[in-house]
Nanobody
Framework: QVQLVESGGGLVQAGGSLQLSCTAS????????INWIRRAPGKEREFVAS????????NYADSVKGRFTISRDNDKNTAYLQMNNLKPEDTAVYYC?????WGQGTQVTVSV
């Protein structure tokens, strides 16, 4: 069955960095765009970033542009989200998704 498993979340001080991973199974990973979405407490889900099948095209929300970098390794069936210069407003549960499937999410908490 399709599985997306996020990891790498945690507690970090403002200005710090984290790298999230999304490991996929049950489908042909290289054939699908991968998205990172987040949900902050009390807020709607928010698009963060997406990456094309080849990895050549990435899109970012304005709120993370210049700080976050999305990448993928199709040989490892894994996508990544490198998050630098984290801000308290980046605190959220981060999910990866592909063609309608979602992982369970990983919590990112940024302290002041």
């Amino acid at each position: 069955q399709v599985q997306l498993v996020e990891s790498g979340g945690g507690l970090v001080q403002a200005g710090g960095s984290l790298q999230l991973s999304c490991t996929a199974s049950g489908f042909t990973f290289r054939d699908y765009t991968i998205n990172w979405i987040r949900r902050a407490p009390g807020k709607e889900r928010e698009f963060v970033a997406s990456i094309s099948t080849s990895g050549r095209v990435a899109n970012y929300a304005d709120s993370v542009k210049g700080r976050f970098t999305i990448s993928r390794d199709n040989d490892k069936n894994t996508a990544y989200l490198q998050m630098n210069n984290l801000k308290p407003e980046d605190t959220a549960v981060y999910y990866c998704s592909a063609f309608g499937y979602w992982g369970q999410g990983t919590q990112v908490t940024v302290s002041v």
